[in-house]
């Protein structure tokens, strides 16, 4: 009889039934789905285990996603039309089944059902459809499609597809039909399978021998030999690992059939790489930027090479382009050839150019390896040139004739690997390697430098394996978790490092096979997003003219959080339109296998998003992000400040480009690095957190920030403007004084850094790599306002390459202001100064031309500073705690540059201070002050700076800390983080839930650091959020001139003395 499809499909509903069950408090100290799964196969083992019932079968229908040389050529819009056909639907009841494609409704599985339970069918003991019949008809519609494996293909003959399926469709429930239909989808979301427990269920050396190799047909065959079937499915823990290890001497590879990978860890920075390592000895490879292959020869076999892609797929065909390098680089057929019998091998798949004598681009792949005999996405591309062909990097073996080399060291496997293989310039090589002991003191800092070169060199990354582990413990005997993982070290896994944008998402659209895993959100309008890049930026900025996007890509789910794609459907409602009737925008697209954008929206959205480089798309000529994922919203940014096209096309090239510069700037990377040692700690794949709870280590004397000339942060406060810009302004100021005038503030006022000190010297977590862009876009706007009268302010003072003259900038009087001031200002309940108008009085306000370091509170994270001053800061701390109490008297040096109610302080930390600790010290006590301080700020904002800064020009005392200029530049260099608070009313924070910044990284909650007896002092229906920034701009706040001879106000306001 075989198994009945319908006892499956009991499982399934009821792992369904149990998300609701899953959400009441009583439920989440037990696993449900373990509970069903237990119970079900305590139910069913008899039958499962009976020798009618065909195992490859249940587990081929159980796990249709393990499946990847089946292709049915069946997606939504197909299946949809064959099933109305097989189930002789009239006109209503098809309109019903369509309903899949609203969104927010129901997928297609639930379409079916709810249209069969209308007249369910009646099935007769004994007619039931078994997963025995289902294998059978889906090997069938596999073998018809060019894109199945070839083993699947071979079976192929004529097939009907609704002959097929009509029969299954008519003899079974309305239930039972949903879950066929999302079998056939690949995909049984929104319920997810406890994988591992079942496999243990069925046998326990089943997930075992799937890693082994992953084939159901393999693992099968295992279970059934002479040795392996007298062991018991279920035995006890005990005698399970013996039996285990028994097993392991049995396992044999065979050939044909794809041997598995080994889990890996991502490492987020130095420190947490070295934890997880421990004080093993590492193999540290270079990471390639290609298609990974696995490679079989089996000199029995003619033709005796065969290629797996990672998938598991058989590929041989695809990769023809590289056969007679393997077969010169093995040495097949000569008398050199170090195996007689079989060998397998991994490598990874590249282009080699003979004329540039380097590997290129990856996008350059798509032009030498089709797709089941089909190239895709090369339309655009040019074609392949004389001097490019394959080349295979090896990187392990595997197998050697009769011994297993997966048992075998990592040690030993790379001096048998480099005795198989000879290799051949442009055409086969292996893997670059280097071998690193983790037991040694210097090992985290060789580590640091051996990462930051490859940066440099624009290499993809590292894999760290151990030298004296297999290739995978298959059934360890150790509690380390770590234990034959490979450990990846990439860019964009380091959290500040990877290359992020601010892009605009100009469009929308709802794709019904991923609504389904996106269940949990409610009113899901719109799955996927369209990024749009502005082609005419400085005509829409300059001359107001029509914006025209180019749609450069799309993401979807899996670029993005949860809380991201709810907040984009939650927001994009309100601005949303029909692309059709929207004569605001034009967009072009140039690649045409992107689909159709479903609705625009009237103001696009901008997002910073982050990406692991750059890459050339499938079909399109220019360059976008590679795998971007959406780091947070941009509330306060409108599209002509996200990235252009041109822009992104200018950073692409830079970073992929790789010069004698980019050599030289390795002891940069060294340093970035250092600062993200903060991250310690394992973070799943969703977490940007960059806390830890341990001490990170400190720099190395040598590798000290302090190599550029420090005066050069700060800007001449001599500053000279264009004599008809003097006459102008002072003309308007002659003819209205009460009116503010706006002066443009230009960037080479004072003398900044050149890019090439900021590109080198730079120190923050994170660098947004579109700042420039969007100073440039808004004072192109300021500019363009007819009520605003801009004047530039040049520097001078330069000496020869830049350097400047020092002077002695102490001021004896206060300024008085020539522009009187027409703003009062009144204090609220809390004794916080606030803006009122006071157009009917005026005032003289008397500037006190004061460093701000000299009178914003600071806490100095060294009990003993080496810096002498010329002059110690007036609130200096030397405990967080201090520092809160001073900034309770809301007292900071510039007003007019920061919002009202908003409270600043400096943390100055030495070289050898962790920063993430600092961090984490500073949220807790801050947590703690918010909640038992009386009036203590309800905004404020803490820099965390190098206390090097205090070394610069004349010391803490120079006047020239007052230029906006300074602190541009200071922050290019001496700026690490910023840690900013907000107190809002809870029905505000209801509110304002869905437009917190995701990036920010969520700290302590205020509440949990309450000292035992305190009393809490903020009002219960006030909430406080925390967060941690790392964007450079915030610090241009503390400085409040754009000049100080002439004293000119970044607000505009003109002075004299």
Not at 269 to 283: A, F, N, Q, T
Not at 405 to 411: F, I, N, S
Not at 423 to 429: E, F, L, S, T, Y
Not at 583 to 609: I, Q, S
Request: charged fraction near 25%; glycine fraction near 6%.
């Amino acid at each position: 009889m075989g198994f009945k499809f319908s006892f499956l499909c009991d499982l399934l509903s009821n792992l369904e039934n149990t998300r609701v069950v899953k959400a009441s408090t009583a439920a989440k100290n037990s696993d449900l789905d373990i509970k069903v799964v237990t119970r079900w196969f305590a139910q069913h083992e008899k039958r499962i285990h009976h020798k009618d019932t065909d195992q490859r079968a249940l587990l081929s229908c159980m796990f249709p996603e393990k499946l990847p040389e089946r292709v049915y050529w069946l997606q939504h819009t197909s299946l949809a039309r064959v099933i109305g056909r097989c189930l002789l639907l009239g006109l209503s009841r098809r309109e019903q089944l369509e309903r899949w494609r609203v969104s927010g409704v129901v997928d297609l599985g639930e379409c079916v059902e709810n249209v069969m339970r209308q007249a369910e069918n009646d099935v007769c003991d004994g007619q039931e459809v078994t997963v025995e019949e289902i294998d059978a008809v889906l090997i069938r519609l596999a073998s018809r499609c060019k894109f199945s494996g070839p083993r699947v293909r071979r079976q192929h003959t004529a097939v009907d597809v609704e002959g097929c399926l009509g029969p299954l469709y008519r003899r079974m429930s309305s239930r039972d039909a949903k879950w066929l239909t999302r079998m056939i989808l690949k995909s049984f979301a929104p319920v997810l399978l406890p994988v591992n427990y079942i496999l243990r269920k069925f046998h326990f050396l089943l997930p075992s021998l799937l890693l082994f190799q992953d084939s159901f047909d393999s693992a099968l065959h295992t279970l059934a030999s002479e040795k392996i079937s007298r062991f018991p499915p279920h035995p006890e823990p005990g005698l399970a690992q013996d039996l285990a290890a028994i097993a392991l001497y049995c396992l044999n590879p065979k050939m044909g059939v794809k041997i598995g990978r080994p889990d890996y860890y991502k490492a987020r920075s130095i420190k947490h790489c070295c934890r997880m390592v421990d004080r093993r000895r590492m193999s540290i490879e270079r990471k390639y930027d290609g298609e990974y292959c696995q490679i079989h020869v089996d000199l029995s076999k003619h033709p005796n090479i065969q290629i797996f892609s990672k998938s598991g797929k058989d590929s041989t065909m695809d990769r023809s382009g590289i056969h007679e390098a393997l077969r010169d680089a093995l040495r097949i057929g000569s008398p050199k050839c170090k195996f007689s019998k079989r060998c397998i091998l991994e490598g990874e798949l590249l282009v080699w150019s003979d004329k540039h004598g380097r590997i290129m681009d990856f996008h350059k792949l798509r032009k030498f390896i089709s797709r089941s005999g089909t190239f895709i996405g090369t339309e655009n591309d040019s074609l392949p040139q004389p001097y490019e062909h394959l080349m295979v990097i090896f990187f392990d073996i595997l197998v050697l004739d009769d011994d297993v080399c997966l048992k075998k060291a990592h040690r030993q496997r790379r001096l048998l690997l480099k005795d198989v293989v000879q290799p051949i310039h442009g055409r086969a090589d292996i893997s670059e390697q280097q071998i690193l002991d983790f037991s040694r003191p210097d090992s985290p800092s060789r580590l640091e430098r051996i990462f930051a070169k490859g940066i440099a060199q624009r290499w993809e990354g590292f894999v760290l394996k151990g030298c004296e582990e297999p290739y995978f413990s298959i059934f360890p005997s150790n509690t380390d978790g770590t234990f034959g993982r490979w450990i990846k070290l990439k860019k964009d896994y380091i959290p500040g490092l990877g290359d992020t944008l601010d892009l605009a998402l100009v469009g929308a659209k709802y794709e019904p096979r991923d609504a389904t895993a996106l269940n949990r959100i409610p009113k899901l309008l719109w799955t996927h997003f369209f990024i749009g890049c502005l082609l005419n930026k400085d005509a829409v900025s300059q001359q107001r003219a029509t914006p025209r996007f180019r749609v450069v890509d799309v993401i979807d789910r899996h670029c993005m959080s949860l809380r991201n794609m709810q907040i984009l459907n939650q927001f994009g409602e309100f601005i949303a339109c029909d692309p059709a009737y929207n004569p605001d925008f034009k967009f072009e697209y140039e690649r045409a296998n992107l689909p159709t954008m479903g609705v625009m929206f009237k103001t696009p959205l901008v997002v910073e998003m982050l990406g692991s480089g750059f890459e050339k798309p499938s079909g399109a000529r220019y360059f976008a992000l590679r795998f971007p994922r959406i780091l947070k919203v941009h509330w306060d940014r409108t599209f002509e400040d996200a990235t252009s096209f041109q822009e992104l096309q200018q950073m692409a090239e830079k970073a992929r480009s790789v010069t004698a510069e980019d050599d030289s700037s390795q002891e940069h990377w060294c340093k970035r690095l250092k600062l993200a040692n903060g991250a310690c700690q394992y973070i799943d794949r969703g977490s940007q957190s960059m806390l830890s709870e341990s001490t990170s280590t400190g720099l190395d004397d040598e590798d000290s920030f302090e190599t550029t000339n420090t005066n050069a942060m700060l800007p001449n406060p001599l500053c000279t403007r264009d004599s008809s810009r003097i006459d102008q302004m002072d003309t308007a100021v002659t003819e209205n004084q009460e009116s503010p005038i706006s002066i443009h503030m230009d960037d080479t006022a004072g003398t900044p850094l050149s890019s090439s000190e900021s590109g080198s010297h730079s120190r923050p977590l994170t660098e947004n790599p579109n700042q420039s862009s969007y100073q440039k876009a808004r004072a192109r706007k300021d500019n363009a306002r007819p009520d605003k009268l801009a004047a530039s302010v040049h520097s001078s003072g330069k000496e020869g390459n830049g350097a400047i003259k020092r002077h002695d900038t102490k001021v004896t009087a206060a300024p008085r202001p020539l522009i009187t001031n027409v703003d009062g200002h009144s204090t609220n309940k809390n004794g916080y100064p606030t803006s009122t108008s006071a157009s009917s009085t005026t005032r003289e306000q008397q500037l006190d031309l004061r460093s701000p370091i000299l009178t914003l509170p600071q806490y100095s994270c060294s009990s003993s500073s080496s810096h002498k001053y010329h002059a110690k800061p007036t609130k200096a701390t030397h405990s967080p705690n201090d520092l809160f109490q001073e900034m309770t008297s809301h007292h900071n040096s510039n007003p007019h540059t920061i919002p009202q109610n908003q409270s600043l302080g400096l943390v100055l930390l030495p070289q050898s201070s962790s920063l993430g600790q600092e961090i984490l010290n500073i949220i807790k006590s801050l947590s703690q002050s918010l909640r038992t301080v009386p009036k203590f700020p309800p905004t404020g904002k803490i820099f965390f700076l190098d206390s090097k800064v205090l070394t610069l020009g004349n010391g803490p005392e120079d006047t020239r800390f007052c230029l906006r200029a300074t602190w541009e530049n200071i922050s290019k260099v001496y700026f690490y983080a910023c840690v900013s608070w907000s107190t809002t009313s809870m029905e505000q924070s209801l509110r304002r839930r869905s437009l917190a910044i995701v990036d920010e990284i969520p700290c302590t909650n205020p509440g949990d650091d309450i000292a035992p007896g305190s009393t809490p002092i903020l009002d219960q229906m006030e909430k406080v959020n925390v967060s941690v920034g790392f964007e450079k701009d915030e610090l241009n706040c503390l400085g409040k001139f754009v000049s100080i001879e002439p004293l000119v106000h970044v607000n505009g306001q003109t002075y004299i003395p």
